[in-house]
């Protein structure tokens, strides 16, 4: 049988078509407007995911209050959320001022660019790009 709404060819035995035709009333009731809202919202969320990220920068003596930066990050193979101390961690290396220096160049390399806002510091964003 085939749903004078859309086309599509349906089994003798349906009673509704995928576009919400009911094929037994010879009715059509439209998608709620709310699924197509949530399936919007979910695609931009994924997709800030995917093209976005947060960098944490850890108070110390050049950057007293700490910042969390909000930039793009494609091409900066750097995670979603990150810090030069998440960064020497997942390296291996010991974290020490050194170190945390020299990744910092290296990002700010990376995403001076692309910065999107800069953000007062959040312990919540650093606790997990150093995953305590």
């Not at 209050?65 to 030069?84: A, E, N, Y």
């Not at 919540?124 to 995953?131: A, D, H, N, P, Q």
Request: glycine letters at 6%.
């Amino acid at each position: 049988m085939q749903c004078p709404k859309c086309k599509l060819f349906n089994t003798e035995v349906a009673t509704k078509c995928d576009c919400g035709f009911d094929l037994q009333n010879d009715t059509y009731t439209e998608k709620p407007a709310k699924i197509k809202i949530v399936v919007a919202i979910l695609f931009v969320l994924s997709c800030l995911y995917m093209t976005t990220g947060f960098f944490v920068i850890h108070p110390m003596g050049i950057l007293p209050k700490g910042s969390t930066v909000f930039f793009w990050r494609v091409g900066t193979d750097l995670p979603f959320i990150s810090s030069t101390e998440g960064i020497v961690e997942d390296s291996g290396q010991d974290v020490s001022i050194l170190s945390r220096v020299v990744v910092m160049a290296g990002v700010v390399d990376k995403i001076k660019d692309g910065v999107i806002i800069r953000l007062p510091y959040s312990e919540f964003l650093y606790s997990i790009s150093t995953k305590q």
